[in-house]
């Protein structure tokens, strides 16, 4: 499943999804994961509750199930949930590389259901979770 990270360094999860200079995309399962792509945001941002630089974001995470940010607003995340990608937002700046270690862990045994809902977004059809059903 792809996973989205809204990230200023490129290192950690430390991004406002609205504000967020990159957005990196990596391809996680239980065996695994690699780096999918990195899509750039630069240039001059608009003024805050500017919804239009939303869309090319929103565009960018379209195939993922699941999306970290350091902070969303509310229309942001409302717009991120209607695409039927869960957004999590980290207490604190996080390591990527640390929050897919995790996340390849939890694939491995039995996901909890919003994991198991955001799976089935991405297709994946083919986990085996202990007699439950994705």
Known sequence: ??????????QRVDAHFGWAKS???YDVRPEGYHFVQSFEFGGKLE???DEDKLAP???????CAILY???I?????A?????KIHPIK??????ILDILDKLQEVLKGTPPPWLRKALAKDGEKTFDFEDEEV
């Open 1 to 10: 499943m792809k996973i989205a990270f809204a990230t200023q360094d490129k």
């Open 79 to 83: 717009r991120v949930v209607a695409q």
């Open 73 to 77: 607003g509310g229309s942001g995340a």
């Open 69 to 71: 940010v350091a902070a």
């Open 23 to 25: 957005i990196d995309v």
């Open 90 to 95: 980290v207490p604190q700046p996080e390591p």
């Open 57 to 63: 974001k929103l565009d960018a995470i379209k195939d």
């Open 47 to 49: 003024e805050d509750g």
